[in-house]
């Protein structure tokens, strides 16, 4: 399999993760997935590779931080919507 057709093929797992985490799938919620998912991965299986990141770019950590929150929010209102929508069927 070459490398384009895999990058294409995982750019649509992207698409449905990120659909099925926020229930949008702009490319800009798509680029804010990837970066969660890599930094979250990262800092659970290299954690003093994480710490020394965060030490090293303090702002970028800062960063990380607040997108990691508005995330988390996002999908915590896509549940909710998606558990009304159920109550109202």
Known sequence: MSLETLQEQVDGLMDKY???LLGDTS???KE???L???YTH???TMPPLAK???QTYPDAKDAMKE???EIKTMN???RKAQASNKEAD
């Open 18 to 20: 990120t659909e099925l």
């Open 52 to 54: 020394h990141w965060n």
């Open 32 to 34: 804010k997935v990837k």
């Open 36 to 38: 969660w998912a890599m």
């Open 76 to 78: 915590e209102e896509h």
């Open 42 to 44: 990262l800092s659970k």
């Open 67 to 69: 997108l990691v929150a």
């Open 27 to 29: 490319p800009e919620l």
